[in-house]
């Protein structure tokens, strides 16, 4: 079996104690090397005075974990700037808070070169390779001016705008151009995957094959939709866990006799809080019945902070829950927590059995793993009801989920009203037509899919050649 080698901005290999903290990306990319063995290279999180270009390695369960310090300008350029100021907010759709600075083109392109430079000698000929995300699209093309001939592909993590989108980002045709030097490239959803051969049969005359393959930039390459998933059977284990247990109980003792709504989201402004909170204001509104029986919380750990859009939205939730908290409390009794920090998984996972309704409202987001976290910790026996953003990734799969439009108060509040009285019979009907999917994609399936495809990649091109 070939090795793979995984690159992506990040790299956190989770030891047992650290898994409780991992998110769920770097749970799956670890589950991923655990599986075929291989090298994990990255950013180190540490910023050096001078590019040296200079390897940490290390193993860990037969996995090599490579990473390198950057430059101060290179995370403002490339992490801070390109990736989080221009590619995230224009692929999330937010084009008003994208910037367009040549200088954080540069960055974006000088690190991709150093990365590459850095990776290749890690590359054997026999090895796999898969890049990951936004931060790294034109990472095929500079190992492959270093001489890789090795498979690579590149997977993409957050959603791929609408044509017309994404032909406002500068040179644009450029970017996409060079992710026809991977083999394969995959996105979470057929609608990502449609959106980019849109934009290749519209501004690369570009055409998709009978076997599904892509001719543009007179290169062929395979591109198909592969949704991610969490690792369901381990999550269950987690939500059955006695740390997960004492977080239910604390959860139960503290909201005693009321039901409670649960968010688990980044601090970042496509995860749509700011009108959730607003929804969640307009439900309080419509239904006086309910004060002091319902509970809303809100985890949201801090995310990029040096980026501005992202101090602006922790002001506006702030303001917001105080706003919301200060009109309808009562003296024992608050309609929302709002908790700006992390929890462990084990814990987090305690919370989500808790509440009686998962509330996952992104503006957009390429899956979001939330949605099947909070599915696969709750109980057979009195499961809770997901109410999920028609933008959200997920909601291609997970049709059972009451699905809402983020933008709409009146949805989502009258979602809530819904997910609050329906029956046992409902939610149990629902939630196990949800777990049965959760646990068939799950992200062992998405792993495998992947580089079996990518491995085919080559067999198929030898055939047709
Ligand atoms: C990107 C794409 C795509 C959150 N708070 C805590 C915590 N988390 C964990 C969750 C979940 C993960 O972080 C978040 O994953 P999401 O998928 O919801 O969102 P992004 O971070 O935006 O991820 C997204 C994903 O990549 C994978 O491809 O689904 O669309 O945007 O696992 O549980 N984990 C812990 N404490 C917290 O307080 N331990």
Same mark, same amino acid.
């Given at each position: 079996m070939s090795r793979l080698v995984v690159i992506s901005n990040r790299v956190s290999m989770p030891t047992q104690a650290g898994a409780a903290t991992a998110g769920g990306l770097s749970m799956a990319l670890a589950a991923a090397l655990r599986e075929y063995k291989g090298v994990w290279f990255g950013w180190s999180g540490r910023t050096t005075?001078?590019?040296?270009g200079e390897l940490s390695t290390e193993m860990t369960e037969g996995v090599t974990v490579a990473t390198v310090d950057l430059e101060e300008q290179d995370i403002q350029e490339y992490?801070?700037?390109?990736?989080?100021?221009?590619l995230w907010p224009l692929f999330h759709y937010r084009i008003d808070l994208s910037a367009f600075e040549r200088a954080y083109g540069q960055g974006y392109e000088r690190v991709n070169t150093r990365f590459a430079e850095t990776a290749r000698?890690?590359?054997?000929?026999?090895d796999l390779v898969w890049v990951h995300d936004?931060? *790294?699209?034109?990472m095929g093309r500079e190992l492959r001016r270093m001489g890789v001939a090795n498979p690579i592909g590149f997977f993409l993590h957050i959603p791929w705008p609408s044509h017309q989108l994404f032909?406002?980002?500068?040179?644009h045709r450029q970017l996409v151009e060079s992710m026809f030097q991977y083999d394969l490239v995959g996105f979470q959803t057929e609608d990502y995957l449609e959106a980019f051969l849109e934009y290749v049969r519209k501004e690369a005359d570009g055409e998709v094959l009978e076997d599904g393959r892509v001719r543009a930039f007179g290169r062929t390459i395979h591109a198909q939709a592969f949704p991610i998933g969490i690792d369901a059977d381990a999550f269950k284990q987690i939500a059955d866990s006695m740390t997960a247990a004492q977080s239910w109980d604390r959860m139960v003792a503290s909201t005693y006799g009321r039901s409670v709504i649960v968010g688990v989201d980044r601090l970042d402004y496509a995860k749509g809080l700011e009108e959730r909170l607003l929804a969640y204001e307009q439900f309080l509104t419509d239904n006086p019945e309910r004060l002091g029986s319902v509970e809303y919380l809100q985890i949201a750990p801090p995310s990029r902070e040096n980026v501005d859009a992202y101090q602006d939205i922790r002001a506006r939730l702030d303001a917001h829950s105080g706003r919301i908290n200060g009109a309808f409390s009562t003296i024992n009794w608050a309609p929302i927590r709002y908790v700006i920090r992390s929890y462990g998984r084990d814990e987090l996972a305690g919370v989500y059995r808790a509440a009686r309704v998962g509330l996952v409202t992104p503006?957009?987001?390429?899956?979001? *793993?939330v949605a099947k976290e909070y599915v696969a910790a709750q109980s057979p026996r009195d499961p809770g009801v997901l109410i999920l953003s028609r933008?959200?990734?997920a909601a291609a799969q997970m049709?059972?989920?009451?699905?809402?439009?983020?933008?709409?108060r009146e949805d989502v509040s009258d979602a809530i009203r819904r997910a609050l009285s329906m029956d046992l019979s409902e939610r149990k009907r629902r939630w196990e037509i949800l777990m049965e999917g959760v646990q068939r994609n799950d992200v062992a399936a998405w792993r495998d899919d992947f580089v079996a495809a990518l491995r085919n990649t080559r067999v198929q091109t030898k055939a047709v050649a």
């Open positions: 005075p001078e590019f040296t992490y801070n700037g390109f990736a989080n100021e221009t000698p890690l590359i054997d000929d026999e936004y931060h *790294l699209i034109p032909t406002a980002l500068p040179r503006l957009r987001d390429g899956m979001n *793993l933008f959200a990734g049709t059972q989920a009451l699905i809402v439009n983020p933008y709409s």
